[in-house]
């Protein structure tokens, strides 16, 4: 059983009636009413399509919830070049607070350069049971995001870290950043 629905069966009516000539005086309200009436419906799917196609995705290559309540890690991109995997992800701060840096994401083997680094990320190959530590230049350097400032309450910074590459046989890989929970089957591109 088909449903009449008088705005599209009155849409279309009406540009028929406009096309053939047929417009008389009594189907003025009629046209006013679609206008009226259709056009905040055409307007508001087409702002809504507009918004998703402009929102930021946050779902990447995976994600991870941090400590602090509000903040999110997002995967962004994990490549292999030649002999190292460079990971890139995004920091997500929407809580009220900023989400302090200092000594938070730093390990005790690299040059401390200020505790702003984040070369305590590391690589995690559950199958054959290896950590893989993010790589460090001749000077004890983290290859990493370093002076990193603390992210302020409702924005967001992107990162990086370059490890050693695992075998090519690895095709997915948790990432475990400190303080949020690990991104588990990150793919390898």
């Not at 009636?17 to 056009?39: H, N, T």
């Not at 040059?111 to 995690?124: M, Q, Y």
């Not at 199958?127 to 893989?132: E, G, S, T």
Request: with cysteine; aromatic share 6%; glycine share 10%.
């Amino acid at each position: 059983m088909a449903v009449h629905n008088p705005i599209v069966h009155g849409a279309v009516r009406s540009q028929l009636a406009i096309r053939r000539g047929l417009w008389g005086r009594r189907d003025w309200p009629f046209l006013l009413l679609v206008v009226v009436l259709g056009a905040p419906i055409l307007v508001a799917e087409s702002l809504h399509a507009v918004a998703a196609a402009a929102a930021p995705s946050t779902e990447g290559l995976g994600t991870g919830d941090g400590e602090q309540t509000g903040t999110k890690v997002v995967i962004t991109e994990l490549k292999r070049g030649g002999t190292t995997l460079t990971l890139k992800f995004t920091i997500y701060n929407d809580s009220a607070t900023d989400l302090n840096v200092g000594g938070r994401f730093n390990a005790p083997d690299y040059k401390d350069n200020g505790g702003r680094s984040f070369s305590g990320v590391h690589l995690i190959d559950g199958v054959a049971k290896k950590k893989y530590f993010v790589v460090a230049d001749s000077d004890g350097n983290c290859l990493c995001s370093e002076h990193v400032d603390d992210v302020k309450a409702k924005t967001q910074v992107s990162l990086w870290a370059k490890f050693p590459a695992p075998p090519d046989s690895v095709q997915k890989i948790t990432v475990q950043i400190p303080r949020f929970i690990p991104v588990d089957d990150v793919p390898i591109r």
